[in-house]
């Protein structure tokens, strides 16, 4: 996809909530429908950070919003961005506002961002012809990140150097490889597999605060004219 396409947009970390996320669900959720609110809080009961997908440097939109959709699709909750030589763009009409509901996370450097991960107790893994093990056994990690490299160079060497282990999807064909996000799109559906929702209840709450400012037309003005009422 050209990068000068009319409908792209740079994905960016959520901002803060405006107001206690408390209030702002107090302000919201009578608004939704039934259904609605049903379905928020079934889609943040399932979502998790055990497996993290780290974008290295993709320059082509229609990768990244894949891999957006891709994640709210399966239940991740964030997607890892490292900076590469040109600014990370997603397309929109690929995302289908997607990056609404993920957290995007941006790191300056590969080392930066395993070093993050580490701390967090995630195993970094990048794929690899030969590697250790298959998509399917990721399931088996507490924690987990996957690594994506550049459509044309690939994951660079630092990140590979500093990586836990390799894996691999298995091919039966000609081909060797995979478009990146249909390789990303493989390997969350087998890491994801099996796991329950694991965030913390403030997460869970703050979660269904910003599903609702996204949900609700004017969602600010009424929780602000909420929040002046409750004053008066």
Partial sequence: MRRDATDLFAPEQAPDL???????????????????????????????????????????????????????AFGVQEVHLIEGEVPFLASNRIAQGT??????????????????????????????????????????????????????????????????????????GFVQSLNVSVAAAITLASAMRGRRGDLSTQERLTLHARYLLSSVPRAQEIVAEHVRRLGA
């Fill in 18 to 72: 405006p107001f206690a996320a408390e209030t702002v669900i107090a302000a919201l959720d009578p608004l939704l429908s039934g259904a609605r609110r049903e379905r928020i809080e079934s889609v943040i009961a399932a979502r998790s950070r055990s497996v993290l997908p780290v974008l290295d440097g993709l320059i082509d939109p229609h990768n990244v919003a894949a891999v957006l959709r891709s994640a709210d």
């Fill in 99 to 172: 990056e609404r509901w993920v957290d995007v996370v941006r790191h300056a450097s590969a080392h930066g961002c395993v070093t993050a991960l580490r701390e967090r107790g995630y195993r970094v893994y990048v794929a690899a012809m030969n590697g250790a093990v298959q998509p399917e056994d990721l399931a088996s990690e507490a924690r987990v990140a996957v690594v994506f490299g550049n459509e044309h160079a690939g994951v660079r060497a630092e990140l590979s150097a500093l990586a836990d282990d390799t894996y691999t999807i298995p091919m039966r």
